[in-house]
């Protein structure tokens, strides 16, 4: 199968596509959501269990959830799309986080989360709830421009 062809993504395009299941929009729109949203869920799970650093740019997620799980790395989320409920409830984030312009379209709850290093959410947008309660912020943290 070709590289995906999204900028500095190292995945494969899925069959008949240009892109990786992460980074094609219409993967998860409409119909394929309750068809992929496992699949795409899984995939990540896998990813992450790697504990390299985490480029995860431009992903287009199902709801998906990271409780009480810690990111030892650095994470990169910018301009991700959520298309789901995302759970970030006492989730640490031991290194830079960044979710720059990401779309949350659905609840985000960071309830409880650890930001050990700095954490950007400039240019967030969040559709819905969001929630920091009891969260985090060692380093200091930018909402700039989010909405
Ligand atoms: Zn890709």
Sequence with gaps: MPPCEYENCD???????TLCIFHDKNYL?????DKHKDEVANKLQTKLLD??????????LPEISFKNYEFSQPINFNVATFYG?????????AKETSFMGAIF???A????????????????????E??????TFAEGVSFERAT
């Design 105 to 107: 379209s659905k609840e």
């Design 85 to 93: 409920h995302v759970d970030f409830v006492n989730t640490t984030f």
């Design 11 to 17: 995945g494969q395009a899925h069959d008949g596509a």
């Design 29 to 33: 729109n409409g119909n394929n959501y």
């Design 51 to 60: 504990n390299k650093p985490s480029n995860f740019q431009g992903y287009c």
């Design 130 to 135: 969001a929630s920091f309660a009891w969260a």
């Design 109 to 128: 709850q960071f309830y409880e989360a650890t930001f050990k290093e700095v954490a950007i959410f400039m240019h967030a947008i969040f559709s819905k």
